[in-house]
């Protein structure tokens, strides 16, 4: 019998590093350096002589916004499964992370609201907050410490294709363009405008399909000098039901981030484009709950950055009849969300671990790596349910609605209220949307019975009130 996805969801989300590690390449290639690449470069570290990583943009010493990642100056929080991750691959990375000036937001300094209301607390949640460039930095610096990584810096022209298989990189440094022969593995990590498979296309192979889902999202994120060094509340999130969204707002993100600073975003659809100046960006802040309000008292520091993400997409590998061996694609190269949902860097981070169950499985090496793409689709159907499901409900989006989309809206709607104030609920559900178990895990008769029990108390309460 197949395994459940659930059960290899689970598996993939170990936190045991791998001791069953065995050399299968002389090089091995990565193109793209950001969070996807360079995970993916640490696990090939197992199991490569040298691993060459191979970025466009120039990196320097300090953390700091680049081209190359232009969401950089955006709220990047890091969900429980991803860190669980990069603790996996980086032994003490969230210690390390904290005493750098992250903050880890654990129940008693979270406050959560839906439809304006505060919901329960429950165990288990542990938000690493840290503006994205800080992040990205230390797993830099974690995975280029290691003695076999080389970091190269140079623009991807392409992939050689020989023999059915990835055999050579080309790639332009600004001396001119530089071709490395020698690859045994080829991994893109180039991020959502990845051009594989418009270089596989004009070597005659099969061109993933790309399914987008137009969500049209403004984010604007400004930051503040904090106030007090370690505030009670380190995180607030306020977030609507999506066709309720008071004011456009969907949803209000506030972090405590190094540096003391706080980072503040406020997400908007279609047209909705919230707080772009500092006086509204102020006031939406002090109409919202005390630690939004609180946030906005110090200085702003630096402007507001603006963003605008058009799609979620995914690049369904899976599909392919033909695909070259030694060739892969992770992070949001293969699926990128509507980052509301704040997944993508876990997702990188489980794709990671798919990478490392397929190395360890004594792959077949002279075929396509369907095993890694079967984990991966895992990984990405997971997520894609857990995002583009709910977004199907955004009044711009007009499907394709999967088959018993109205039953499955309808129960999450009722389950997504019930988190409010069942523990057990809000628990399951939120191990779900932190990317720590798969989605299918919130259907038991147990967490459908207290939904509707939640809600038959939250109907009873209102009508006594
Ligand atoms: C507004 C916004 C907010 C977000 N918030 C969160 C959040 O809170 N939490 C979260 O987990 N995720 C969040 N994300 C998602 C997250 O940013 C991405 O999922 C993550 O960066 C994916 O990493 P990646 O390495 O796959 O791709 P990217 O970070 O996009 O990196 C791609 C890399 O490839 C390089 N590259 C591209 N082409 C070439 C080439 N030809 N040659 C060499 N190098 C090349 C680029 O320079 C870049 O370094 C957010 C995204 C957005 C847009």
Redo the contacts with the bound molecule.
Sequence with gaps: MPESAARTFHRLGTTEAPTDTRRLFGTAVV???????LLAARVLADHAERVVV????EITGSPAPRP??P?SA??????PG?RRQLDRWFDGFSHEAVAAGAVLTGPENLRSYYNGRLKVRTPDIDFLSSS?PFLEALVRRRTTSLPNVVPVR???LGVDLADGRATGVR?ETPEGETVLQDADFVVD????SSRLGDWLASAGWQKPEMRRMNIDIN?TTARFQRKESTPGVTTALAFWELDRLPAGLAPAMCSAIEDDQWTIMFGGFGDDKPGRTPEEFRRICRALPQAFADAVEGEMIGEIQP?K?ADSRRRDYHLLDRFPARLVGV???VA?FN?IY???????ALHASCLSEHLRSTPDLSAPARHFFALQRVVVDAAWQTSATPDLALPHIDGPYPRGYHLTRWVTTRMIDATVTDVEVSSRFNAVTEMRTHPSTLLTPGVLVRTLRAGLRDRRTAARS
């Design positions: 193109l793209g350096g950001s969070i996807a690449g191979v970025e466009r943009d190359g990642v969401q955006q709220v990047h929080t890091l969900l991803g994205r140079g623009r991807a790639y990590a180039m991020g959502r984010y963003y993400q992070g949001d190269a990128a980052p704040g997944q993508g860097m876990s997702s990188a």
